[in-house]
Structure formats: C-alpha cells, structure tokens
C-alpha cells in the first residue's frame, strides 16, 4: 500500500504530515511511502532527507493523489476550506484520508469530503483514552502553543520576566495567570516559570490543582465548582452560562494584579466561553499583555480579534492562529508520530483495515461509501443517525 504525503497548501502553514524518520517504521510494516517534491521544505526536512530515509519523491501533487491509497495530512479541508477545496477533484472512492478536519466546526466541509467516497479519519476526534496516548495529535500541538504563547507574551511585554538583583536595583518578577491548565495551559505554566515569571493558574477542574502545583506555580481558588466538566472522551464540556458570569465575577476582582494573562478554554465545535470582558480589560495595568489561544473560536477574551493585535486600555491583547505552524520542525516532528501511530494502528498486513469494534477506529471515523458517519457529526448536519 502507498502512503501519500502531499504539500501543505493552507495559507501560513509550514509544517508537515511526515518527517523523514517517521518513515523506516512505515516501511517495516510494509507500507512505501510517496512524498510530493519540496513537502518538508518549510519545516526544514528537504527531499534528500525522505530520500534517504526510503520514501520517493513525486514530481507534482496530481501524482500523490493518483498513487497513494492514504493521504496523511496536517490540514484537510475542514481546516483549509479554500485551498484545501482544490483537492477534491483529485480524490477517489474508498481512498483512505487522515488529517485535522474540524469535523465538529465546518461539518459541511466534512460532508462535501464524503460526497467523493473517501474514507476520512479526523485527528481532533481521538479519543484520550492511554491507548491512544501516542497518537493524540490535539495535545501535541496544544504543547508547542503554550509554549509559544508565553514567549510571545514575554516578547511583547514592555518588562521582563524574572527577577533580577542589579547594580541599578531590583527588577521585580512578571506575574503571569494562565486560564486553563490543559496541555496548552501546562506547558504556558512551564515556560513562563522557565523564564522567571511568578505564574498562578485557574481551572474549573478541581483535579488541576494538584498539575499546576507541580509545575510550581500557584492554584487560584474560586468559589465556585464545575461539575461534568469534561466529556467521557477527554475533551472540555460547555458550561452553562450562569457559570460563566459568576466565573468572570470573581476573576474581574483578581486580574488587575497579573501582567500578562493567558487563555487556553476551548470546546470542540462551539464558540470559545467568554473568560474575560472588556470591563476586565480596563482593570490591568496599562502595558499588561493577554494572549488569546482560543482566538480561532472566537476568543475567551470579547476584545480579541484572530489573528490580529489590538490595544485597548493600554492593553495589547494578541489573537494568535495556528501557533504551532510557527514552530515547523518540531511540530512536525510530534504530529508525524501521531499520525504515522494512528496509520499504523489501522493497517493490518500491508492494508487498510477498519475494525469499528475498536473505539479509536471508530471514534475518529468521520466519512465512509459515500455517507458522513460519525454520530456528532450527522448531529450537527442534521442528519437522522446511522445505523450500528
């Protein structure tokens, strides 16, 4: 069976479905692997490095799509719904393809895949279940934004970080709030504390706190508790909006004190809670900085416009999108794990083989013969359910 691996076409994006030393494993299993010319380029991985490692190199897109039986992706049409659209025609009955849909946000994207005939897997539906720990696409990149949303703060803040003990006198520390401690929020907590910051952090998981305090930063405690908080799958469950409010009554009272703050709330599919108005805004310092990881849904912050910086208050509030494609390689590098695990978790003696007994099959199916499959999203089409 080939693997195809073609060029990123998403505007922006500069990372890769499959690194060179992704590959030997592929080719183990039985697997050759096609790789469109100049794929890698942007993330640093250049066409003799696939070379080497067994993959060949094809000559233009048209000839991914035509050999391979599986396409691996980073961005699939869901989340490259313009250019991603020119992909369609290439695409055959039952050919296998696996990447980020946003199956739970543009569901009709989803369906206009199905209407090919192709057998789609979306990333952002893995199950968070330890099975399928290595193939969790979502956290992996979830890690490489918090990262860099706390660089980014810290390169926009008009003070640094950490404390220091001059001749000209003591500077003293940035204090930090991260809204969320998931992964994003983990590794925001991690390299701020890196970097010197005194970092408190808020979640309505009661379970976080014991996470947060063993990064070393401090817990902010609300009177107030979520219950159900997350789904069976892992992923964030919306609350209600009278928690919501109350949630934003007590952080109004604390956020003047941070220097930089840091949201990370989201929830598969729906527009971003509101954590932070623009009365709250006013509340910080001037020069403060707030950095919006759920700008892409909306934002946790009512001022945040994606992809774009706005100053309001003497605020400047960042609305970043697709950080991960900022850090190419080694988003790569950790996305091609997952990928290449997942695709290897499905093939069975050199081909594709669907075992729907299988939650991790069957939880990340989104298309197949024709038909859009998966429970939520028929769901959000409107759609009646499939039979089991």
């Known amino acids: 069976m080939t693997i195809g691996v073609p060029k990123?076409?998403?505007?922006?994006?500069?990372?890769?479905?499959?690194?060179?030393?992704a590959i030997p494993a592929l080719v183990k299993a039985g697997l050759s692997v096609l790789v469109e010319a100049g794929a890698g380029e942007r993330a640093g991985f250049p066409d003799a490095a696939y070379r080497e490692k067994g993959a060949t190199i094809a000559a233009n897109r048209g000839q991914i799509f035509a050999d391979a039986e599986v396409i691996l992706e980073v961005n699939g049409l869901g989340t490259n719904p313009e250019a991603g659209r020119a992909d369609l025609p290439l695409m055959r009955r039952d050919q296998g393809v696996i990447g980020f849909f946003d199956p739970l946000g543009a569901p009709e994207l989803v369906r206009e895949l199905?209407?090919?005939?192709?057998?789609?897997?979306?990333?952002?539906?893995?199950?968070?279940?330890?099975?399928?720990?290595?193939?969790?696409?979502?956290?992996?990149?979830?890690?490489?934004?918090?990262?860099?949303?706390?660089?980014?703060?810290?390169?926009?803040?008009?003070?640094m970080f950490p404390l220091l003990m001059t001749a000209a006198g003591t500077v003293t520390p940035a204090r930090v709030l991260i809204m969320g401690a998931g992964v994003a929020g983990l590794q925001a907590i991690s390299t701020a504390r890196r970097l010197g910051a005194v970092v408190e952090a808020y979640d309505v998981r009661a379970a976080?706190?014991?996470?947060?305090?063993?990064?070393?930063?401090k817990f902010l405690e609300l009177s107030i508790a979520a219950d159900n908080a997350e789904e069976k799958s892992g992923y964030a469950r919306a609350l209600g909006e009278e928690f919501y409010v109350r949630q934003r009554e007590l952080i109004a009272g604390a956020i003047g004190r941070y220097d930089v703050v840091i949201t990370t709330a989201a929830v598969p599919g729906q527009k971003a809670p509101v954590l932070i108005t623009g009365e709250m805004v006013s509340k910080m310092a001037p020069g403060s900085v707030?950095?919006?990881?759920?700008?892409?849904?909306?934002?946790n912050c009512e001022l945040t416009r994606p992809g774009e910086t706005v100053n309001a208050h003497g605020v400047t509030i960042l609305g970043p999108t697709e950080l991960p494609a900022t850090?190419?390689?080694?988003?790569?590098?950790?996305?091609?794990?997952?990928?290449?695990?997942?695709?290897?978790?499905?093939?069975?003696?050199?081909?594709?083989?669907?075992?729907?007994?299988?939650?991790?099959?069957?939880?990340?199916?989104?298309?197949?013969?024709?038909?859009?499959?998966?429970?939520?999203?028929?769901?959000?089409?409107?759609?009646?359910?499939?039979?089991?």
């Open 114 to 159: 199905a209407e090919r005939g192709v057998t789609a897997f979306a990333m952002e539906l893995m199950p968070r279940i330890t099975r399928a720990q290595s193939m969790d696409a979502l956290s992996s990149m979830a890690t490489v934004s918090g990262y860099k949303a706390a660089l980014l703060a810290a390169a926009i803040l008009p003070r």
């Open 8 to 21: 990123e076409t998403r505007p922006g994006e500069r990372r890769v479905a499959l690194v060179p030393a």
């Open 208 to 217: 976080a706190k014991e996470q947060v305090e063993s990064l070393g930063a």
């Open 327 to 388: 850090v190419p390689y080694h988003a790569s590098q950790m996305y091609a794990r997952n990928i290449s695990s997942f695709l290897l978790h499905l093939v069975k003696d050199g081909k594709l083989a669907l075992d729907l007994e299988d939650e991790i099959t069957r939880e990340t199916l989104v298309a197949r013969g024709g038909d859009v499959v998966h429970p939520r999203v028929r769901q959000a089409l409107g759609l009646v359910p499939v039979a089991s």
């Open 290 to 299: 707030i950095v919006d990881l759920a700008a892409e849904r909306g934002g």
